[in-house]
């Protein structure tokens, strides 16, 4: 691969973002989910446009009420009254309306981006992968569950705010322009004739709006975008601080921590200083806006209403379709702060499913070459002429070929780096890099014990039986289990939930992963590091599992420890080489104790 595949975000221009978030976000309206994602839009659509219906009926509903009041007719009057219950029930109703059925859209776009998203993220271990290939984006999950909101569900009231304000302004120009019509004047003894002027001045005034609005605003985007950033940061900061809260107390460097959030946030205050001062001009000019363009219709319509063309009622009607044209041709500028928020998080979503491409891309095509994983002919695992590469490319094993049989206990040794926790991943298939074959027996059950097993949510029960909650087991076998594994004291909290991921220390979370062992009783066990946590006497006891209860388990495992060769049949020493570690295999010798210990216990 090659650096501009690495980082996709500078590999795209800005200006394809948008298009390429699209073909993603697109799919709610194909497929299976099409026949949903239309019919919600016509709702939206039917109400959007019966919103701007009851608009123009309270905008002629003013010019009917105020000649009525000009001509001091009381039952026209009434009449005007009698109507206005009924197109304020017509507004509510269909604002109403747009609201939840927009929420709706909103909420079922989302839920299908998100699905597919997270789908991606998670399937095949790409969520596992991808901190390798492109860890310089940090925290998937975070655009996953933000970006894609805000990507999202802003994006339908853009839609329908910018249909709205086309309609808006077609329509209540055509008011200007039938009602306001014409006007002719002189200057200097000559004639001007101005067709349709009000449509004219509210589309000029519009625009001389917006154009300052945007000249003064433009800078905003950049530093709103900035400030977003210097808030990740800060938020990154804080988390970071909370997950090493325990390293951090331990040697004293809360001062040197606090110093650093500090300027941290600093640089958010920073960012947001200068989003006050760009939305302050910008305020200005809206501000100055908004006192205007109320004044200014009825100052256009007074030579008119003086020469006895328009009546009060016109001039009334005028007025509010003046400001209603005016509204929705200034809607860009309105809403340029959340335009640009938006756009921001549209090319955060559109970074994180671009590596998840290549991700794919890379696993598949790079140097034609992969490892394959298999099924073997026979009980054994069987390695043969595996070599493993970094994701840039170094080797770090190479060409090893192995074979572990039906019950043997395989302990994998050798220097920090060679590539021991690489060759595991490679053997759990989350591994990819590299070329050669790996086949296990088929049909057997596999564990794979890393160094921090996982917690998930639920009852203590529900950790020991972790991947399979939904299998019934007996309470006593689980007690068993976890008196066996040192674990007695807890057995009381059985049938308790907390957050065990908080609670549980790395010595209890590695007794818990060998309870799992003891109940699921796999054919296939590999462990990273599995006892790391434990004491010498704590690993030796549940290490002797391996010969006892777990005998006839297949156990391949790394670790540093002393004593572990005890527990292993065989030793794999990888040594370190610059082109990619050699693999050697020799039987360990054990004590003339450890041989004597370990028959009297199968006997027993």
Known sequence: MTDTAAHPADAVPARSRSRSFFRIANGFWKGASAGRAWLLTIVVLAFAFAQIGAQVGINSWNRLFFDALESK????????????????????????????????????????????????????????RLGFLATEHKAPEFRIAEDVRIATEPLVEFAIGLLSAAVTALTFAAILWTVAGSITFEIAGSTFFIPAYMAIAAVLYAVIASLAAYYVGRALVGKVSTKNEMEAQFRAEMTRLRENAESIALIKGDADERSSVIASYGQVVAAWLAVVRRQGFLAL???????????????????????????????????????????????????????????????????????????????????????SLEESDDDAIQIENLSLAHRNGRVVIEDASIRIEPGEKVLIAGESGTGK?????????????????????????????????????????????????DVAVDDDVVR???????????????????????????????????????????????????????????????????????????????????????????????????????????????????????AGRRSA
């Open 73 to 128: 007719d009381m039952g026209a009057v009434i009449t005007a009254i009698g109507l206005l219950p009924v197109l304020l029930a017509a507004a509510s109703l269909t604002m109403s309306g747009l609201v939840v059925s927009r929420m709706l859209l909103q909420v079922r776009w989302r839920e299908w981006v998100t699905e597919r998203l997270a789908g991606w993220w998670i399937a095949d271990q790409r969520y596992y």
């Open 421 to 469: 926790s690489t060759l595991i991943r490679a053997l759990a298939g989350l591994w990819p890099w590299g070329s050669g074959r790996i086949a296990f027996p088929r049909g057997v059950r596999y564990a794979f014990l890393p160094q921090k097993p996982y917690m998930p949510r639920g009852t203590l029960k529900d950790l020991m039986l972790y991947p399979d909650g």
């Open 480 to 598: 068993a289990a976890m008196e066996r594994c040192g674990l007695g004291y807890m057995v009381k909290r059985l049938h308790e939930e907390d957050d065990w991921d908080r609670v549980l220390s790395g010595g209890e979370r590695q007794r818990i992963a060998f309870c799992r062992l003891l109940i699921q009783k796999p054919a296939i066990i590999v462990m990273d590091e599995a006892t790391a946590a434990l004491d010498e006497g704590s690993q030796d006891s549940l290490l002797s599992l391996l010969e006892d209860e777990l005998a006839a388990s297949t156990v391949i495992s790394v670790g540093h420890r002393p004593g572990l060769e005890e527990f292993h049949g065989r030793k794999i020493t990888l040594t370190r080489r610059p082109a990619g570690a050699r693999v050697t295999s020799a039987p360990i010798r054990h004590s003339l104790w450890r041989v004597v210990r370990s």
């Open 285 to 371: 000019v809206l501000n100055t806006n908004g006192a205007l363009f109320p004044v200014v219709p009825l100052l256009l319509a007074t030579p008119k209403f003086l020469s006895g063309e328009l009546t009060l009622g016109g001039v009334m009607q005028v007025a509010a379709a003046f400001s209603a044209v005016q509204a929705a041709l200034v809607w860009f500028v309105d809403n340029f702060v959340r335009l640009s928020e938006w756009y921001a998080s549209v090319v955060r979503v559109d970074e994180l499913s671009e590596t998840l491409e290549e991700l794919d891309i890379g696993t598949i095509m790079e140097d034609d070459q992969q490892i």
